[in-house]
């Protein structure tokens, strides 16, 4: 592969990919496509501002028009979809933007893709379209999806948008569901990242219900090589679960937390359970290990110890980004301006 498109690769996890991949194949050049709403963050890829390989391009992936145009004239050999609203608690709230950015942009991302025959499409999921595990058991590929929350709805709905691209165009799509990641750049409303913050602020760590709810947990890093895998080893019309074997309790994850930052267990505030919270995830990766010989590397707590330490270190981002001041700091520091119409970029 000498060119691919990452959409959504101003959040977290896309951050991160594009980050790790022009790290491993100096041949390889990637456009970014992101919307730049709340969680895609500029910052998280300050870095590679003026790097010849790496271009940044801000558009809306529901927008057919400016869609078809960068994917028609892109000359890309994969598209990489992490695009997408991703917060199980502003689902709840208005589910609206799950739907036009999950749903309807994965539709047009299909139909540009299809369009100019690229090559490769992967859609980054979430084990959350599985639903809800009981106490015992593990989500495989084949396990029904039974999505809960109308986010895990708009991802279920894209995963079988692009199932039916491959059966009935055979369209060169694959797809990867995985469990909780952490880490560094990861927006602050997500629970580790929340947690570290407030706890360092001796701040409430808000813990809904009794703190049972289960979740598998991978680095983030681990995930993105395994995306990486799946993306340039997968089978096509495939689905690859990735997880990290690291099933922890809310209740758990808040005390390791507290521990590793010495902090007392009174900052701990039990608040209402969320509507319909799934009692536990836990991801079999089997396949993914066995076919393309991944397997998640980052030891849970060090790895838990490294993301404390990036946060320590990063104070300012996380004011920035909960201040909702970051974009202001990029046009500063870069020069940008962010609030351009889109067709100055086309």
């Known amino acids: 592969m000498k060119r691919i498109l990452v959409t959504g690769g101003c959040g977290f996890i896309g951050s ?5 991949e022009l790290e491993t194949y100096p041949e390889l050049s990637i456009v970014n496509l992101d919307k730049l709403t709340y969680a895609g963050n500029l910052e998280n890829l300050a870095d590679l501002h003026g790097e010849p390989r790496y271009e940044f391009q801000r558009g809306d992936i529901a927008d057919a028009g400016f869609v078809n145009e960068l994917i028609g004239k892109g000359g890309f ?118 947690f570290i913050s407030n706890a360092l602020g001796d701040q409430p760590l808000p813990i809904y219900g009794a703190g049972t709810n289960v979740r598998d947990w991978i680095h983030v890093t681990d995930h993105c090589r395994g995306i990486d895998a799946v993306l340039r080893r997968g089978r096509l ?41 799934d009692l536990r995830y836990a991801i079999d990766s089997t396949k993914a290990e066995t076919e393309l010989g991944w397997k998640p590397r ?35 520091q870069y020069g940008k301006r962010l609030h351009e119409d889109q067709a100055a970029h086309r």
Do not use: M
């Open 77 to 194: 050999d994969a598209v990489v979809n992490f695009a997408a609203e991703s917060h199980v608690d502003r689902s709840l709230l208005d589910s609206g933007p799950f739907v036009r950015t999950n749903i309807v942009g994965t539709q047009v991302l299909l139909d540009a893709a299809r369009a100019a025959a690229v090559p490769r499409f992967l859609q980054v999921s979430t084990d959350e379209v599985y639903g809800s595990l009981g106490p015992t058991g593990l989500f495989t590929e084949d396990t029904p999806i039974n999505p809960n929350s109308p986010y895990s709805a708009s991802k279920a709905s894209a995963d079988l948008l692009v199932k039916s691209y491959n059966h009935s165009f055979g369209f060169p799509a694959l797809i990867t569901r995985c469990s909780n990641n952490y880490g560094p750049y990861q927006f602050p409303e997500k629970l580790i990242p929340l």
């Open 16 to 20: 991160v990919f594009i980050r790790q």
């Open 237 to 277: 019309g495939e689905v690859y679960n990735l997880g990290g074997h690291n099933e922890k309790t809310n209740l758990e994850i808040t005390y390791l937390l507290l521990e590793l930052l010495d902090k007392p267990h009174s900052l701990i505030k039990y608040v209402s359970d969320r509507p319909g919270h």
């Open 298 to 332: 980052v030891n849970f707590q060090q790895g838990l110890r490294e993301t404390i330490d990036w946060y320590r270190g990063n104070a300012d981002w996380v004011a920035r980004i909960k201040s909702g001041a970051y974009l202001r700091y990029y046009e500063q």
